[in-house]
T-cell receptor, first 109, second 114 residues
Framework: GIQVEQSPPDLILQEGANSTLRCNFS?????LQWFHQNPWGQLINLFY???GTKQNGRLSATTVATERYSLLYISSSQTTDSGVYFC???????????FGTGTSLTVIP | DTAVSQTPKYLVTQMGNDKSIKCEQN?????MYWYKQDSKKFLKIMFS???????INETVPNRFSPKSPDKAHLNLHINSLELGDSAVYFC?????????????FGPGTRLTVT
C-alpha cells in the first residue's frame, strides 16, 4: 500500500507562533484529508484537499498532488490547537484510506 | 446532531469475554469503516462496508466480526478478548460511489482488556 509520512513527528510552539506541518505520500492519490485529534481523542475534519489550496480561519492547507505532498499551515497558534494532526490519503484506484503517522503539536501559553 | 455515533464510549472487560461496539451514522453515506488506534496513536483500517457488503477486511484476527444490518449501522463484535485488543476503536463513514469523499469519525470507544 501507499506510504504516508508526516513531519515533524513532534512540535512545541509558543502561543501566537506559526507552523507548517507536512505530509508526504509515495504514490498518486485521489483523496487527501487533514484531521485534528484533540486531547479528548476526537478526530475532527479540518480539510478535504486532494489538490489545491483551502483556508479556514487560522488554518490553511495546500496539496501539490503532482509532487506528492500536502502542507497544513497553522497561524497564530492557540493552546486549543494542541493535539495530533493526521493526514489520510486514498491511493489512486484504491479503496481505502491510509493514515500518516501524525504530528503531535503542543502549544504552550 | 450527531453525525457518527458509537456506543459505548468506554468498555472495560476481562480476557476471554465477548463484547460488541455499535456504530450509527445519519449522514446518508454508503460506506462505513472500523479503525483501530494503538497506543502509539497509529490509525489502521480493520474493515470497510459499502451498502452492507464487506469490501475491505485487513489482516485482523477472526475473533473480530463486523455486522452491518443496514447501511446506517456497522457493529463490531469481538470474541475471546485478549490483552492486545486494548485500544481505541473508531467508526467512520464516507460517501464513496465513483470517488472517495470526506470521512467522518465517531467519538471512539476505548476498550481496556484486563
Amino acid at each position: 500500500g501507499i506510504q504516508v509520512e508526516q513531519s515533524p513527528p513532534d512540535l512545541i510552539l509558543q502561543e501566537g507562533a506559526n507552523s507548517t506541518l507536512r505530509c508526504n505520500f509515495s504514490d498518486s492519490v485521489n483523496n487527501l484529508q487533514w484531521f485534528h485529534q484533540n486531547p479528548w481523542g476526537q478526530l475532527i475534519n479540518l480539510f478535504y484537499i486532494p489538490s489545491g489550496t483551502k483556508q479556514n480561519g487560522r488554518l490553511s492547507a495546500t496539496t501539490v498532488a503532482t509532487e506528492r505532498y500536502s502542507l497544513l499551515y497553522i497561524s497564530s497558534s492557540q493552546t486549543t490547537d494542541s493535539g495530533v494532526y493526521f493526514c489520510a490519503v486514498v491511493e489512486a484506484g484504491g479503496n481505502q484510506f491510509y493514515f500518516g503517522t501524525g504530528t503531535s503539536l503542543t502549544v504552550i501559553p | 446532531d450527531t453525525a457518527v455515533s458509537q456506543t459505548p464510549k468506554y468498555l472495560v472487560t476481562q480476557m476471554g469475554n465477548d463484547k460488541s461496539i455499535k456504530c450509527e451514522q445519519n449522514l446518508g453515506h454508503d460506506t462505513m469503516y472500523w479503525y483501530k488506534q494503538d497506543s502509539k496513536k497509529f490509525l489502521k483500517i480493520m474493515f470497510s462496508y459499502n451498502n452492507k457488503e464487506l469490501i475491505i477486511n485487513e489482516t485482523v484476527p477472526n475473533r473480530f466480526s463486523p455486522k452491518s444490518p443496514d447501511k446506517a449501522h456497522l457493529n463490531l463484535h469481538i470474541n475471546s478478548l485478549e490483552l492486545g485488543d486494548s485500544a481505541v476503536y473508531f467508526c467512520a463513514s464516507s460517501q464513496v460511489g465513483t470517488a472517495f469523499y470526506e470521512q467522518y469519525f465517531g467519538p471512539g470507544t476505548r476498550l481496556t482488556v484486563t
